[in-house]
Antibody
């Protein structure tokens, strides 16, 4: 059974930095692309960033380019999202999502339960 | 960037009724790279449909997807109590954008 367990969400001040983690199990992590998807309170889903089977291929939505960095450690079956220069509008539940394949195009066939990031002074 | 727009915003129906949800893309979606997800309050999204019409593992056959190009539909043939939720479509071939969601609520 696929399991994705996010951690690292906290209350943080604007301008701060944070790293989210997603521990994966139940599948061969190295074979699948992964993504982060966020959901602001009461709002819809918003794809944030994706990574292929290695850090050589990374993708970002425009609003986080230059501030967020996605990475993966295949030896630890873990996905990360380094978030810098955080803004109030980054407040959301951040979901880790497993891609359906190792390369594009892929849909999200498994999701974690999410971790809440609150950016507020 | 491909923008996907869902309609209606809210659908009020009774258990046993048929639900028809629409998803329209601003440009043609190649290879039918369109997925549907279900999300219940306090839960993570769940994949229902991929490739516009293929049901994900374990999804009941009352859920069906159809369409191509720019117009896609999710149909729930007979609503069960557990089907009242928010549904999102997603274009995953290029921009990976989600629609804004359709809430299916009990009438």
């Amino acid at each position: 059974e696929v399991q994705l367990l996010e951690s690292g969400g906290v209350l943080i001040q604007p301008g701060g930095s944070l790293r989210l983690s997603c521990a994966a199990s139940g599948f061969t992590f190295t074979n699948y692309a992964m993504s982060w998807v966020r959901q602001a309170p009461g709002k819809g889903l918003d794809w944030v960033s994706g990574v292929g089977t290695s850090d050589a291929f990374t993708y970002y939505t425009d609003s986080v380019k230059g501030r967020f960095t996605i990475s993966r450690d295949n030896s630890k079956n873990t996905l990360y999202l380094q978030m810098n220069s955080l803004r109030v509008e980054d407040t959301a539940v951040y979901y880790c999502a497993k891609g359906s394949s190792g390369g594009r195009p892929y849909y999200f066939d498994s999701w974690g339960q999410g971790t809440l990031v609150t950016v507020s002074s | 960037e491909i923008v996907v727009t869902q309609s209606p915003g809210t659908l009020s129906l009774s258990p046993g009724e048929r639900a028809t949800l629409s998803c329209r893309a601003s440009q043609g979606i190649t290879s039918s790279s369109l997925a549907w997800y279900q999300q219940k309050p306090g839960q993570a999204p769940r994949l229902l449909i991929y490739g516009a019409s293929s049901r994900a593992t374990g999804i009941p056959d009352r859920f069906s997807g159809s369409g191509s190009g720019t117009d896609f539909t999710l149909t729930i043939s007979r609503l069960e109590p557990e089907d009242f939720a928010v549904y999102y479509c997603q274009e995953y071939g290029s921009s990976r954008t989600f629609g804004q969601g359709t809430k299916v609520e009990i009438k």
